[in-house]
């Protein structure tokens, strides 16, 4: 009997990206475009490589998986063999299952906030309250990882190509896109990620600036948003 091992809160790995690219582009989880997917996935990891995060040995396992099931659908069966099953259909009940737990810790959460909303019976001093502080992840509603490097992606696809790639060392810290960040919506309330950065012409500011964003959302100054699913991020100040 196979041991499961399912973290709750916090689900982003491999298969949370391969579920995050079948529902923005609403695919049918039975029949992946594994072409499609291998490319998205590899350039989400190029990103996260850029970013200079730490990318878990899941990812490249996952990947190298991806690459092995395109080249399985891409040769044609050696004469005389017969043709072998659906090479995605290991990953594809990976998926299913992994698919079933995640709407499950969902459904597990709902009843959580639900029991949340209960009051304690009344003149009971000795009852115990437990009262839990509010982190940096409620403070992204609705939002994960992979949505922020989606806006991030979005980013650096719309910088000027240069046809000349100049070396120059450019002095930027977080600590100085920190400063940035908070001097740019001390006179705005709302903006996106992409206005935060669009006058911006070196990739290394860009990339920079997202990593202050991250340490500002951590530090509580900062929201974000999503209005629709898979659609623009809104950053926010926090309501103090």
Do not use: W
């Not at 009344?122 to 502080?133: L, Q």
């Not at 810290?173 to 740019?184: G, K």
């Amino acid at each position: 009997m196979n041991a499961y091992t399912v973290k709750l809160l916090d689900f982003e790995g491999p298969l949370d990206l391969l579920l995050f690219f079948i529902k923005r582009d609403e695919l049918d989880i039975y029949d992946i475009p594994i072409a499609r997917i291998t490319k998205e996935f590899l350039e989400y990891i190029h990103y996260m490589q850029q970013l200079d995060l730490e990318i878990a040995g899941e990812f490249l396992v996952v990947a190298a998986e991806l690459m092995q099931i395109k080249v399985k659908m891409l040769l044609p069966p050696e004469p005389g063999e017969e043709e072998e099953t659906d090479p995605r259909t290991h990953l594809v009940q990976r998926l299913v299952e992994y698919k079933r737990f995640k709407e499950m810790s969902e459904e597990m959460k709902k009843c959580e906030d639900e029991q949340m909303k209960v009051n304690y019976r009344g003149y009971h001093s000795s009852d115990e309250h437990v009262i839990e502080e509010e982190t940096g992840d409620d403070l992204i509603r609705d939002v994960t990882f992979f949505d922020l490097i989606a806006s991030f992606k979005f980013a650096i696809d719309r910088m000027p190509k240069k046809l000349i790639h100049e070396i120059e060392k450019i002095n930027v810290t977080v600590e100085d896109q920190v400063l940035y960040i908070e001097d740019f919506f001390s006179r705005r309330s709302e903006a996106t990620f992409y206005e935060m950065v669009k006058e911006f012409r070196e990739k290394i500011r860009i990339i920079v600036t997202f990593l202050a964003l991250l340490e500002v959302i951590r530090s509580k100054k900062l929201i974000i948003r999503q209005l629709q699913p898979f659609g623009e991020l809104s950053i926010m100040r926090a309501v103090i």
